[in-house]
Each structure stands twice: as C-alpha cells, then as structure tokens.
T-cell receptor, first 109, second 113 residues
Framework: GQNIDQPTEMTATEGAIVQINCTYQ??????LFWYQQHAGEAPTFLSY??LDGLEEKGRFSSFLSRSKGYSYLLLKELQMKDSASYLC??????????WGAGTKLIIKP | DADVTQTPRNRITKTGKRIMLECSQT?????MYWYRQDPGLGLRLIYY???????NKGEISDGYSVSRQAQAKFSLSLESAIPNQTALYFC????????????FGSGTQLSVL
C-alpha cells in the first residue's frame, strides 16, 4: 500500500530551527509537496520538490531524496505564527496526491 | 474576497438527511476537487473534475455525489448522511500547470447526528 509517515507533533522554541521529516512509500513518484495548515483554516502551499536536493524559500527550505523516499521541511528563525500543522503529500505514478496525517508544530516563547 | 469559497462554513444535520456543500471559485481554474479531513488522517480525495464534462471518483466516493454546474462551481452531495461522514470538507482548485499546487477553500465542518 501507499504510505506517508510524519511525526504527529513537535515542539520548538521561538527563534530556533526545526526540521520536520516525511518518509514515503508510494507507487511511483511525481513530486512532493509541503502545505501549512493553521488550526481551523485551509491548507496553503509551501513548497514543491521533484528533483533531489534543497529548495530554499525565505525562512523555509524543503529537501528531497528520492532514493531514500525522504523529505524534510526546515523552518528557521521560528515565529509564533509558525504554530500550525505541516502536511506532506506525494504525487504518485497516477498523478494522485497521497497525504500524510500532518505534523502539529507548537512554538513556545 | 476569497478565491475559493465554500458554503456553508458549518452544518449540523441528522442521519438520513440529504445535504449539499457548495464550492465556487474565481481563479479561472479548470480542475476542482473535494477532500475530507479527519483527525489523525491525511486528506482523502472524494471526487475530482478536470472540466465541466469530466467527473472522476476519488479514494472514498461511496455515499457521495458531485455536480459540476459550471467551470466555477462544484458541489458535493451526501444523499443520506450518516454519522461517520462527520468531518471537515475542503474544496480545492488547481490550474493543471507545472507543480499543480492546490488552492483550498476555507472548509465546511459537517456534523451528522
């Protein structure tokens, strides 16, 4: 079966750095997405990786290793507004999105 | 104004009732999707449509139906609601280009008693 694994919850301190991991086993691979979802709100797009390596976008970076079935989202200089759930999703060989359950990130002052 | 609008935002209904959730978008996208989100689970695709004449079942279509009335409108119906359809429902759109990132509506929290 297809599976996306990410930690259920993480806690970090304001101003620090946190890495949220995502491992996947899917039927084929056509890209990996990270979305941010604040409580009670809609998911919003953060990043997209289709080739191995690091994609940097401001305080957020996303890394992909296709051979390892692994990605991470790196958040730097954490702010209280970064408290949210972070959803990892993989597009499989049928171009269907498979979603992880999300990682709830709690930022403490 | 929101680019993807869902109505209602919240709905409480009783088992056996028919209910319709509506979605409209001003993004001009051809592709529209309905997802449900349950605590501890990833988003699951119910139905999707790539244009007005195209309707496709997703992972969990049983108990649901959809109608694509126009490019901008995509509605989801529960013909006879049951308690395990209690969930947060999201409509989403994409332009079908490049990464094909999704743009989500604000969601409809549905409770079936």
């Amino acid at each position: 079966g297809q599976n996306i694994d990410q930690p259920t919850e993480m806690t970090a301190t304001e101003g620090a750095i946190v890495q949220i991991n995502c491992t996947y086993q899917t039927s084929g691979f056509n890209g990996l997405f990270w979305y941010q979802q604040h409580a009670g709100e809609a998911p919003t797009f953060l990043s997209y990786n289709v080739l191995d390596g690091l994609e940097e976008k401001g305080r957020f970076s996303s890394f992909l290793s296709r051979s390892k079935g692994y990605s991470y989202l790196l958040l730097k200089e954490l702010q209280m507004k970064d408290s949210a759930s972070y959803l990892c999703a993989v597009r499989d060989s049928n171009y269907q999105l498979i979603w992880g359950a999300g990682t709830k990130l709690i930022i403490k002052p | 104004d929101a680019d993807v609008t869902q109505t209602p935002r919240n709905r409480i209904t009783k088992t056996g009732k028919r209910i319709m959730l509506e979605c409209s978008q001003t993004k001009g996208h051809d592709r529209m999707y309905w997802y449900r989100q349950d605590p501890g689970l990833g988003l699951r695709l119910i139905y999707y449509s790539f244009d007005v004449k195209d309707i496709n079942k997703g992972e969990i279509s049983d108990g649901y139906s959809v109608s694509r009335q126009a490019q901008a409108k995509f509605s989801l119906s529960l013909e006879s609601a049951i308690p395990n359809q209690t969930a947060l429902y999201f409509c989403a759109t994409s332009d079908g280009q490049g990464a094909e990132k999704l743009f989500f509506g604000s969601g409809t929290q549905l409770s079936v008693l």
